[in-house]
Structure formats: C-alpha cells, structure tokens
C-alpha cells in the first residue's frame, strides 16, 4: 500500500514536469481558464505545473513518510498499537497523504520555501544513492563469503567464483573497450577520453588493493570477485554517465551540424519523445521501488549497522539472496521436530517500520530531485528529461566515484583500524 501511495505521486509529479500533458488538458478541458481562476492556480494553471509544483507536493509526501517514521521508532512486536498505525487505516492515510501534498501549496514565502527545499532535497537524494552503493558494497561482499565458505565442502565452488569473476571483468572490460570506440573520436571527445581512462583505472586500482597482501592477511574472504561487481557497476554508471551527457554539435568541412562523441545508431531512438518518455518514468519508478523495498530488510539494515553473519555460521548457495541464514541456519540444523517458523519477532519485527519510512523519505526527495533535472530545474521537462543534462551527467558520475571509495575503504579501513565492526 505504501509502494502504491508513492508510485500515485511519482506519477502526477510526471505529469505535472509535462507540456504534453498540460498543452492537451489546456485544449480538450472546457472553460479551462476559468477552472484555473477559480482555484486561484494562475491564468493557465501555471502553479500546479512545473518545478515548483513538483518540489511542493514532494514535500508533503517526504513530510507524511518522515513523520510514519517518527511515529514507528523502536517498535518490537507487530502486534503493539503503533504497529497498527502503520499495518492500517489505508484510506485514513490516503486522505492525510492528499492533504499534506495540497497543503504544502499554500506554504507562505513560496520562494524562500523553494530554495530551501532544494537544498534539503539535494542532500537527501545523495544521501539515498549513497545508502544504495553501501548496500551494493554489502552485497559484492556477502556473494563471496557466501561461496567462498562453500569451498571447504565442495571445490566445485571455485569453478562458480572463477566463472562469476570471468564473466564480470569481461563486462567490464568489453565495456570500457566499446566506449572508447563509440563515445570517442580521434579528434576531439577529450572529456569522454579522461573520464574513460580515469574509471579505468579505477577499477585496476580496486582489483590490485583487492588481493595485495596487506589486505589479505586482515580480510581473507577478500578477492577479485567483489571487484570485479563493483567494475561491473562502475562501467555501467559511466555509460549512463556518457549517456545522459549533453550532445556536443560542431560544424563539418561543409558548414553542417553534426553531432559528435555519441552513436550514430542510437539516434532514431529519441525522436518520438512521448514514447521515451513514458517508458523512462516506468523504469525510473521500478527501479526506485526496487531499491526501497530492498533496502528495508532486516538483512540490509544490519549490513547498514555492520553486523554481519559469523563465517562458520554461512551455507553456501547459489541464490544466497533468498532463504535464511547465519543464526537462523544454526537452528535449523538444531531443529528436530515441531512446526517450521521462518519469520519470527523474538528480535524485533520482520523489518524495521521506521527504517522502512525513511528510505520511503530519502526516495521522495531522490524522485524529487531526478524528475526536476537536479540542478537544471528552470528548464526541465519530462519529455527531455531523457535527452542529456550536464546536472544527471554529474550526479552519475559522482555515484560512480563514491562506490569506488566506499569500496576501497572496506578494504582499507581494517588497516588502520583492526576491528571485528570492519570485518566483512
């Protein structure tokens, strides 16, 4: 319910950052003006359009999420009063949600609010693709121990880490390689050149601290499988990073424009706006919700805390991801009869609730953020939002480098500073 209720607003945020829409409504709504007037919402509805309309319904639904969130701090059992609060009243909520969104419209000081909010929004944004990478470094981590503890009961473990491995440096590999032969020309290009050889090197540079001895000896599940996902990963943002660039247009020998440093082929792709518009938005959304629902489970809100399971207590599987492990494994084998329990509370509930609203918080202002331009908000719409903005360019490869040294510092952390917290 909570997924619907945010999807409902990424949604009318969508369509308010539309011409399309707002030109089509202007067209086929009778006495359109006279609506807008008497809602007090400018000549054409110029109030609830745009960015400003985006940032102010954002801020009433990060406002209900963050104070679910308050409301829902340290709550153990599913069954105490609160936790009904945030297992029900749907339709109450909806309604509080509503309210909260139109009301931040009537906000005084609209343009102080404005710039307020967009800082407020810039820090939460980073802070939820920080909160990702983390849990992609925990991720790459927990893969090899998981296998690598298989290895002591069966060898074939090690043919699926040197495959897995294989696989992820030729992707990585391959493409760096393809890149550099699209995105780049002889002449010219040279940001493509530099920022290519930079992330190159980069995931060199994390292979080699991966395996040197030093690291090793504190961290002995370390290896070129968590480096080669985190390369993987770095490839991929620096596609989209190359992506999500602004063409650059210079003049040939015969006075024309053309459009340099990107593929020929992928061109025809953009013209029908609408299209890539409306399939974007419904990628952007599942892959937010992913991220969310994912980030919310007890596995990786202890993975946030450094709590991590003890190597002797992992079986290995193929899809580790899935099923119970550590302590919950240990009294499995201690089980010998009664009925199979797979969710319990004598911990806490299944998933922190108000963990679970947070990232809920941090994902409105990310949405926010994304489908304003971040920084190009004064000239964003949904139907260029695909076409190429120096602000997304940065923010990717800013996430690009941030996991490069979130990684590096798992690695490193536990050489200047030997502790069991470290240990991963």
């Given at each position: 319910m909570y997924a619907l209720y945010f999807i409902l607003v990424v949604i009318i945020c969508c369509i308010m950052m539309s011409n399309t829409v707002a030109n089509e409504?202007?067209?086929?709504?009778?006495?359109?003006?006279?609506?807008?007037?008497?809602?007090?919402?400018?000549?054409?509805?110029?109030?609830?359009?745009?960015?400003?309309?985006?940032?102010?319904?954002?801020?009433?639904?990060?406002?209900?999420?963050?104070?679910?969130?308050?409301?829902?701090?340290?709550?153990?059992?599913?069954?105490?009063?609160?936790?009904?609060?945030?297992?029900?009243?749907?339709?109450?909520?909806?309604?509080?949600?509503?309210?909260?969104?139109?009301?931040?419209?009537?906000?005084?000081?609209?343009?102080?609010?404005?710039?307020?909010?967009?800082?407020?929004?810039?820090?939460?944004?980073?802070?939820?693709?920080?909160?990702?990478?983390?849990?992609?470094?925990?991720f790459a981590h927990k893969w090899n121990k998981n296998w690598t503890a298989g290895t002591a009961t069966n060898?074939?473990?090690?043919?699926?880490?040197?495959?897995?491995?294989?696989?992820?440096?030729?992707?990585?590999?391959?493409g760096l390689i393809w890149m550099a032969v699209f995105y780049t020309q002889k002449d010219g290009c040279m940001e493509n050149k530099i920022l290519l050889g930079v992330n190159g090197g980069l995931c060199l540079l994390m292979s080699v601290v991966s395996i040197s001895p030093s690291v090793r000896d504190r961290q002995p599940h370390s290896g070129i499988l968590q480096s080669g996902l985190i390369s993987c990963y770095v490839t991929y943002l620096t596609f989209s990073a190359l992506s999500s660039k602004p063409a650059e247009v210079v003049l040939d020998e015969h006075g024309k424009n053309v459009t340099i440093c990107v593929p020929n082929f992928g061109q025809d792709l953009y013209r029908d706006k609408t299209l890539v518009a409306g399939l974007g938005t419904a990628i952007l959304c599942v892959c937010i919700l992913y991220s969310c629902l994912t980030s919310t489970t007890r596995s990786s809100s202890d993975a946030l805390q450094g709590r991590y399971t003890a190597p002797e207590l992992e079986v290995a599987r193929c899809c580790f991801c899935f099923g119970s492990g550590g302590e919950d494994a240990e009294e499995k084998r201690n089980m010998k009869?009664?009925?199979?329990?797979?969710?319990?509370?004598?911990?806490?509930?299944?998933?922190?609730?108000?963990?679970?609203?947070?990232?809920?918080?941090?994902?409105?202002?990310?949405?926010?953020?994304t489908v304003t331009n971040w920084f190009n908000y004064e000239s964003a719409n949904i139907e260029t939002f695909f076409s190429g903005s120096w602000s997304i360019f940065w923010v990717k490869m800013a996430s690009c480098w941030i996991c490069v040294l979130l990684y590096l510092g798992t690695l490193i952390a536990p050489l200047c500073r030997p502790s069991p917290q470290y240990s991963v």
């Open positions: 409504m202007r067209e086929h709504i009778p006495y359109f003006e006279d609506i807008c007037k008497g809602i007090k919402a400018g000549d054409t509805c110029e109030k609830l359009v745009g960015y400003s309309a985006v940032y102010r319904v954002c801020f009433g639904m990060a406002c209900f999420f963050f104070i679910f969130c308050l409301l829902t701090l340290n709550i153990n059992n599913s069954k105490s009063c609160r936790a009904y609060i945030h297992n029900g009243f749907w339709f109450f909520k909806l309604l509080l949600l509503g309210a909260m969104c139109s009301g931040a419209f009537f906000i005084p000081d609209q343009e102080t609010f404005l710039n307020a909010w967009r800082y407020v929004g810039a820090v939460g944004g980073f802070l939820f693709i920080v909160i990702q990478l983390l849990l992609l470094v925990e060898k074939l473990w090690y043919a699926s880490l040197s495959l897995v491995t294989l696989i992820a440096y030729s992707i990585t590999t391959g009869e009664g009925p199979r329990v797979i969710y319990d509370e004598k911990k806490s509930t299944v998933y922190s609730y108000a963990y679970f609203h947070f990232m809920f918080f941090l994902a409105s202002l990310y949405v926010m953020m």
